[in-house]
């Protein structure tokens, strides 16, 4: 049986940093995309970053636009584990954060946004950033 387990989250204060681990259990996802979306309260979920296999020991690393500088992606393949480094929060980042594994090893820079390209997902962490 396949689970990600997501960890790290919890309340935090602007400007403040939180670092989200997710660990994946049942199969290896070495040198397959692995993600994090999250859902805001009334809002569907969105894409936060990827990272993506592109040959060899190689990964690309995408981030949408309102975190990119804040938030850091990155895997030990070793542990099958991913993280999210995330840095000068802000309280329009409060929300449920998941993570997401996709078993198309061959996933392009258009598709790894989209939801229904992944078929495992954790069961979420919440952050929430206030004063």
């Known amino acids: 049986q396949v689970q990600l387990v997501e960890s790290g989250g919890g309340l935090v204060q602007p400007g403040g940093s939180l670092r989200l681990s997710c660990a994946a259990s049942?199969?290896?996802?070495?040198?397959?995309?692995m993600s994090w979306f999250r859902q805001a309260p009334g809002k569907e979920r969105e894409f936060v970053a990827a990272?993506?296999?592109?040959?060899?020991?190689?990964?690309?690393?995408h981030y949408k636009d309102s975190v990119k500088g804040r938030f850091t992606l990155s895997r030990d393949s070793a542990k099958n584990t991913v993280f999210l480094q995330m840095n000068s929060l802000r309280p329009e980042d409060t929300a449920v954060y998941y993570c997401?594994?996709?078993?198309?090893?061959?996933?392009?820079?258009?598709?790894?946004?989209?939801?229904?390209?992944?078929?495992?997902w954790g069961q979420g962490t919440q952050v929430t950033v206030s004063s």
């Open positions: 997401a594994a996709s078993t198309t090893r061959g996933l392009i820079v258009g598709q790894i946004a989209n939801t229904e390209n992944y078929e495992y």
């Open positions: 990272t993506r296999w592109i040959g060899g020991t190689a990964y690309s690393k």
């Open positions: 049942g199969r290896s996802f070495d040198n397959y995309p």
